[in-house]
């Protein structure tokens, strides 16, 4: 049985940077698709970032472009969220999660079979 953890959550002012990790037993992230979601009290989760098993190729959320950077360390067998900039609507529980899920579709809650149980991620002044 696979299981993922996320850590690195916790409180951050605007501007501020938090680094997110998704670890995982019983298996190897570093060939595997990994994607990140988050869901704020009241809303759908949503895709925020995923990085193939193919080549390492990535893909972000337009909301997040530019801050968010997602990578892999092999050694660790860890998935990293590099979060910079963050705002006050980036605030929300963020999810790791993995399963089959090509470039296309990372977005899509359904293509993920295994998911982490999250870490809140809040960000305010």
């Known amino acids: 049985q696979v299981q993922l953890v996320e850590s690195g959550g916790g409180l951050v002012q605007p501007g501020g940077s938090l680094r997110l990790s998704c670890e995982a037993s019983q298996m190897r992230l570093w060939y595997a698709d990994i994607g990140w979601f988050r869901q704020a009290p009241g809303k759908e989760r949503e895709g925020v970032s995923w990085i193939g098993s193919r080549g390492d190729s990535t893909a972000y959320a337009d909301s997040v472009k530019g801050r968010f950077t997602i990578y892999r360390d092999k050694l660790n067998n860890t998935v990293y969220l590099r979060m910079n900039s963050l705002k006050p609507e980036d605030t929300a529980v963020y999810y790791c999660?993995?399963?089959?899920?090509?470039?296309?579709?990372?977005?899509?809650?359904?293509?993920?079979?295994?998911w982490g149980q999250g870490t809140q991620v809040t960000v305010s002044a």
């Open positions: 999660a993995t399963g089959v899920v090509r470039g296309s579709n990372w977005y899509d809650v359904r293509r993920y079979d295994y």
